[in-house]
């Protein structure tokens, strides 16, 4: 079973900095593309930054210079910092990766953390 946890989310007035971080545990063979998505209220689900299955790294258009997407490969971990938080940035974030695990056998697919709330205050 492989679960994606995270932590970090809180509440911070605008032009502060939050860093969440997101661990992957389990019966992991190998992670593919691992990054961030963001859902605010009424909105759809969309990309905040992500490393791709080629180790690069894509990022939104209205994060890009104050977000930054890093991980730990030994620990199966993903970071997110975020700097210069704005009012617009509040929302739940959720992580993402695409995980090879083996139970009984080899399995392949996408999984979802949980998601932690990020509310910034003007």
């Known amino acids: 079973q492989v679960q994606l946890v995270e932590s970090g989310g809180g509440w911070v007035q605008a032009g502060g900095s939050l860093r969440l971080s997101c661990a992957a545990s389990?019966?992991?063979?190998?992670?593919?593309?691992m990054g961030w998505y963001r859902q605010a209220p009424e909105k759809q689900r969309e990309l905040v930054a992500t490393?791709?299955?080629?180790?690069?790294?894509n990022y939104a258009t209205s994060v890009k210079g104050r977000f930054t997407i890093s991980r730990d490969n030994a620990k199966n971990t993903v970071y997110l910092q975020m700097n210069s938080l704005k009012p617009e940035d509040t929302a739940v974030y959720y992580c993402?990766?695409?995980?090879?695990?083996?139970?009984?056998?080899?399995?392949?697919?996408?999984?979802w953390g949980q998601g932690t709330q990020v509310t910034v205050s003007s």
């Open positions: 993402n990766a695409h995980i090879t695990s083996y139970g009984s056998r080899y399995q392949y697919r996408e999984y």
């Open positions: 389990g019966s992991i063979v190998g992670i593919d593309a």
């Open positions: 490393f791709t299955r080629g180790s690069s790294t």
